[in-house]
């Protein structure tokens, strides 16, 4: 494990279901990120969080609803998927004053969505 | 669109010799690069920054930065097996912003 531990590692799930993917930083770190992976296509960023606040929506639809209680956690509540966005879903986190914006990412969840 | 480009690949090379990977880059505001490793399927693992033009080494490998030419590229010698990965580049485009590219897949035969 990096630091960064995300959960489930694999969710299926269908259309209509509500499921969320969290993930959990023990790196004292102050920012999170969601990012989308899809096969043949670039790291997507999705949502930035700095220190508990959005900083960033990447104009994500909002069947994707991210929620961050504190600087450790992180979620993403999913609700009425589309098959075309099963992928896989990586959390990462960056530390304060990271001017460099290195980034630590979890091992991501595999999300199939029938 | 602010954009990282790579080849696909994959890129072949025999045990012991150079890898060159290289990337470019659409936004002249971006200050930072990275590379990043990704096994299949494993999270990308963060191999080295650059910010200066110019060569930084560290071990195995060494990341060049040409701003005038918005290129990237990372050098990896005496390739190993091991090393067989997709290698991601990325360019920070504002504050906490990463572009990343699809990545170069590349496979070093014994």
């Known amino acids: 494990e990096t630091g960064v531990t995300q959960t489930p590692r694999h969710l299926v799930m269908g259309m209509t279901n509500k499921k969320s993917l969290k993930c959990e930083q023990h790196?004292?770190?102050?920012?999170m990120y969601w990012y989308k992976q899809s096969a043949k296509k670039p790291l997507e960023l999705m949502f930035v969080?700095?220190?508990?606040?959005?900083?960033e929506n990447n104009s994500v639809p909002s069947r994707f609803s991210p929620e961050c209680p504190n600087s450790s956690h992180l979620f993403l509540h999913l609700h009425t998927l589309q098959p075309e966005d099963s992928a896989l879903y990586l959390c990462?986190?960056?530390?304060?004053?990271?001017?460099?914006?290195?980034?630590?990412f979890g091992a991501g969840s595999r999300l199939t969505v029938l | 669109q602010k954009e990282v480009e790579q080849n696909s690949g994959p890129l072949s090379v025999p045990e012991g010799a150079i890898a060159s990977l290289n990337c470019t880059y659409s936004d002249r505001g971006s200050q930072s690069f990275f590379w990043y490793r990704q096994y299949s399927g494993k999270s990308p693992e963060l191999i080295m920054f650059i910010y200066s033009n110019g060569d930084k080494e560290d071990g195995r490998f060494t990341a060049q930065l040409n701003k005038a030419s918005q290129y990237v590229s990372l050098l990896i010698r005496d390739s190993q097996p091991s090393d067989s990965a997709t290698y991601l580049c990325?360019?920070?485009?504002?504050?906490?912003?990463?572009?990343f590219g699809t990545g170069t897949r590349l496979l070093v035969s014994p």
């Open positions: 990462a986190s960056r530390p304060e004053g990271s001017g460099a914006n290195v980034l630590t």
């Open positions: 990325a360019a920070n485009t504002g504050f906490q912003k990463l572009v």
């Open positions: 790196l004292g770190h102050n920012a």
């Open positions: 969080y700095n220190f508990k606040e959005q900083t």
